[in-house]
């Protein structure tokens, strides 16, 4: 039931004047509460215990029948906390002001430096203020802070938030709304839900006219204060907005989440499979049991670049098995035609029948079509999920990238080639090709790992005094060779400093420091994910596409003379 401030104001009043010792009642309740060694000692079960205690239930009632009847005493005696740990925040619930809005016992809950951390964190941030400004000793501070965050931010003390949710992210709006709509229906029900069950319950969404009116509004305050955190509005004194101001903040929400969801969907889309279509159709169309990928068939006539033997998979990869390529050289031979190596059975002209009925597709053509959409796809994401990965940093690491001294490097492993004994090569696997960042502003220097691939960027504390430019090898260092093996290095961090070579990239000059930058769309991080995107991307689309065409026996044979006509013609 709601208390008045001014009823609040006189069981505090009240409460002290008949206390036996005047003392903050947290502290009172705290030394008189039942403590059961079975029980983990939470916040909420201490309140419990609290409310439960002998003198508890007794200063309830004192309360309860000397004020009014309108509330039970335990709801007295946790309004009377709420009063004496932060007075203002009594003022604000029931009279809120946009001046005010979320500040809590001094401490800024819509502030941009919480951006990135999870909500234990901010917790625990919380917790540390409490104490650090008297409010609450180190013993009562994680009851206080519960106590009021369970009032004014329950979304922070929900249960089971996945590691990644982080405050200031466009999955925090969503969480923060449904938390509010979930409180208003029931008060407190949020601090005591998981998150599954907090976003199982937004699922429904509202019903009446008023749960509407509810979501609206704390989606607007959820909306802010994810606009504050990244930079799209500065912190207003007053605390208020132009309609102009909302109306963007909306915009470029809506904009980003259109971005994210076509990027997210691409990469839940299966690559295109060549070989994984064509054995499908085939065993459709032309029988279970037959072994498709059998290399048994053979040219019946001469023809240099078609030796065999082949498979039927990889005839019909190739569109050749109704059509055999023919010996251009004289026409009065006889068309050529597939037949099975001797001694080996095989349904030939069985599969040959079906496929002819089934009028096979055109696998290649398709292939063709999908795998550059495909890969279109993948490379117009890298982008997206770049400027995603800056902008989630925490605040600290925004501004210092944004506006410090920047330079972007690339780092490679040395490796020694098989075929060249003795000789070194460079290279990044293709599978993990990242950039390194070095920002530096005053006398401080982080590094980060920028990496798309694995979606993840990362401080790189490893290379803190132990940082070279090149190789501290003095052998030559070539390029690799496309004939090289495939290498692969689970963590850059773990390469040994001999086995690195860093290359210098691009430089950019400190800038003078703004407040919270808008990383997502500023011309600094344009830059950096252009370089990110030009090294991932290089080289991506060839090995991309031979990944999912699948190797077949006419890929791999590639006649001597033709060798030599490539050689020369690369020269």
């Known amino acids: 039931v709601p208390i008045e401030h001014s009823e609040l104001s006189r069981l505090n009043t009240g ?6 010792h005047p003392e903050p009642l947290l502290d009172y309740l705290m030394r008189h509460r039942i403590t059961d060694s079975a029980q983990t000692s939470t916040p909420q079960q201490i309140i419990e215990n609290m409310l439960e205690s002998p003198k508890a239930k007794a200063l309830g ?3 309860r029948v000397r004020y009014g009847g309108y509330a039970t005493s335990s709801d007295l005696l946790l309004a009377v906390l709420g009063e004496q740990l932060e007075p203002a925040s009594t003022v604000r619930a029931h009279n809120p002001s946009e001046q005010a809005a979320r500040m809590v016992a001094g401490f800024d809950l819509a502030s941009p430096k919480l951006a990135g951390m999870h909500a234990t964190e901010i917790v625990t941030a919380f917790i540390n203020h409490l104490v650090q400004t008297k409010r609450a000793t180190t013993e009562t501070a994680p009851v206080a802070a519960h106590l009021l965050l369970a009032r004014h931010a329950p979304a922070l003390l929900a249960k089971d938030i996945p590691d990644k949710l982080t405050y200031g992210s466009h999955s925090w709006v969503s969480f923060e709304t449904a938390s509010a709509l979930r409180d208003s229906k029931a008060a407190g029900s949020t601090a005591q839900s998981t998150y599954a069950q907090i976003m199982a319950y937004a699922d429904i969404g509202p019903i ?4 509407r009116i509810i979501e609206q509004d704390a989606q607007g305050a959820a909306l802010r204060d994810w606009a504050l955190a990244n930079g799209l509005l500065k912190p207003s004194a007053s605390g208020r907005y132009t309609q102009t101001q909302i109306s963007e903040v909306y915009t470029q929400y809506n904009n980003q989440i259109r971005e994210f969801s076509k990027a997210s969907q691409h990469f839940d ?4 499979n060549l070989k994984q279509s064509v054995l499908t159709w085939l065993k459709q169309h032309c029988g279970e049991t037959i072994d498709y990928e059998k290399k048994c068939l053979l040219l019946s006539g001469y023809h240099p670049d078609f030796p065999g033997p082949y498979s039927i998979y990889d005839l019909v990869a190739k569109n050749l098995l109704l059509d055999p390529p023919q010996n251009l050289k004289g026409l009065n031979h006889p068309p050529n035609r597939w037949y099975v190596k001797r001694n080996v059975d095989f349904p030939l002209q069985d599969v040959l029948n079906a496929a002819r009925a089934s009028k096979i597709p055109d696998f290649s053509a398709q292939f063709n079509t999908q795998i550059k959409r495909y890969v279109d796809d993948f490379i117009e994401s890298i982008p997206v999920l770049t400027r995603y990965m800056l902008s989630r940093l925490p605040d600290e690491d925004k501004r210092l990238i944004e506006y410090g001294e920047i330079d ?3 780092e490679e492993l040395i490796y020694k080639e098989q075929i060249d004994v003795g000789i070194l090569h460079k290279a990044q696997p293709d599978n993990n090709k990242p950039l390194l960042l ?3 502003s005053g006398d401080k220097t982080v590094f980060y790992e920028v990496n798309p691939q694995r979606g993840e960027i990362f401080k790189r504390d490893d290379l803190q005094g132990n940082f070279v430019v090149g190789k501290l ?3 030559q260092v070539y390029e690799r060779y496309p004939s090289d093996q495939p290498i692969a290095v689970a963590k850059y961090s773990n390469l040994a400093p001999g086995a690195r070579f860093i290359t210098h990239l691009l430089h950019f000059n400190a800038t003078p420091d703004k407040g919270t930058p808008n990383t997502y769309a500023s011309a600094r991080t344009a ?9 991932v991307i290089d080289g991506q689309r060839d090995i991309m596409v031979a990944a999912a065409r699948g190797v077949t026996t006419l890929d791999t044979e590639v006649p001597n003379y033709k060798k030599i006509q490539e050689f020369f013609l690369n020269l």
Request: hydrophobic share 35%; net charge negative; proline share 6%.
């Open 527 to 535: 830059s950096i994910v252009n370089a990110v995107h030009s090294n």
């Open 269 to 272: 889309e299966p690559i295109p």
């Open 61 to 63: 009632e004192v309360l």
């Open 208 to 211: 009446s006219k008023q749960e």
């Open 438 to 440: 070095r920002a530096k």
């Open 473 to 475: 090898t003095n052998l």
């Open 408 to 410: 972007i490097y690339r």
């Open 15 to 20: 409460l002290m004047e008949n206390a036996e």
